[in-house]
């Protein structure tokens, strides 16, 4: 590294800044609840001025890679898919350029597609997953839409999405088991999640596992407390055992999440007798947009 | 039938009525948005007349019996559920009479429960199932919290609730993938339905292959029009393979649908090699109220 670097992971309802000094450290970060969705057509510019500005004026010299939601349709400029198998050299010369309200110029990376009978897009992980350093392996991307990859040999060869975070909310917050959920303690938190992996192994399948945490309650045998981490366990378990249907073997899995995905998720692993390496998301993407930056010069 | 009944299938939208002749013909039914949701603490005799008053006139002598959400914790009087296996003569044992508004007593009739592992309950569709004369076999009854039943030797042995219908209606028409649905022509119901159907087959599990709506329509393969059926024909595959994983063996199944429901059960059951008969829910509720309002004389 020569040169300090600006990044961005603009997502649908944020976005994250990150100035990272010529050592390759972290030396300011700035965020924002100005995700794509609450930018107006042509308020790209200036959106990011009022998310990164301050950044600029510390580091007017350093080249500014955006990453995420940003390069889709409904984003600044839609940067194409690159398609599976995904190299970061192939990442970088996607790159889109913009310019900046100073007239700078600033790049948008796309986002990754792949397509083995079942289409599927990712936008804003590639960036995580080249951070990772792209050793052979599968790596769990838990969110709203979660990401699952496979990598080998230095490039991304495949990855499928699941909604488990979307769905979570849809059923904690506005199905007929939202009426039932209270604030967990600790406790019900614990033995929730320990109901909830349980009923995923069940036959019935998802949709009969969730009804459960209805008719536990009416029986007495669940509190209110323990339906959110129930459908939380439940939930993730089953993005598990679909990712291990899909993608076979998970040993030597990475896990990239903090807070309570990275617990979540390292329990629900660990049931399934996974023992995934962790790494912050926060870090990831400092390494991922040093790495295609550096691609991106080269 | 010496006498004529009125019965009414009571739930949390929305209450049915029939009034049913001494020969077991409908005479008169009547309907209204009038769910228990609707009703107020203790304003259940004033709510029935108004459902039902006009049917009371017809034929005053005839008694009356409640079924479904009625019978809940929020509903008239709760209504204990009767523990599987459970037949018709124990269903009827257990019912719970109130009065109404002109003194004359009904009888609200109890859901069931059963626990193999998993607690479940059903309330309403007990009636259903007596009413489809309860030859052994597996019934399918769909809805927002579809029922499958098993039955052997007259009585109902054990059950199973998928949240089929609530959970299309959240991913419908709250998900990401609800802004990118359309109202469909035939062909987009016909083809997303047979997208949906091979969807539910692939290995990653609902939550993955959910997504696949947004991902296909991304890359142009999907139309927004067969985005609702694909969902809808997905979400019934899952809950088919689900029964077909609880239950074993499906063959001599019964399905109590009728309208969209028994189209879209169909194809997805006879895409599954499955040839169900197929009974209207409305004439199942009659045969079944008239066979319990004999269990209760009896």
Redesign the interface.
Known sequence: MSRPLIALDWGTTRARAVLIAADGTVQARRSADRGIQSVPAGGFPAAFAEIAGELRRMAPEAPVLLAGMVGSRNGWVEAPYVACPASPEAIAAAGIAVTLEDGARATILPGL?C?D?????MRGEETLLVGLGLADGIVCLPGT?SKWARVERGVITGF?????G??YG??AG???LARLATEPSPAEAEAGARLGIA?AA???????????A???V??G?MSGGMVGPFLSAL?VA??I???R??FGSLDGLALVADGALARSYGAALAAAGLAPSVTDPQDAFVAGALRLAGALRG
């Not at 009978?117 to 897009?121: E, L, T």
């Not at 499928?160 to 488990?164: D, I, K, P, R």
């Not at 069940?202 to 459960?212: I, K, T």
């Open positions: 597609s397509d009978g079942a289409f599927d897009v839409h499928a999405s699941f909604m488990t979307e769905v849809l059923l506005q199905s007929i009923a069940r036959p019935g399948g998802l949709l009969n596992a969730a009804f459960a209805r008719s536990e009416l029986a045998r939930l089953q993005e055992a679909g990712a249907a899909l």
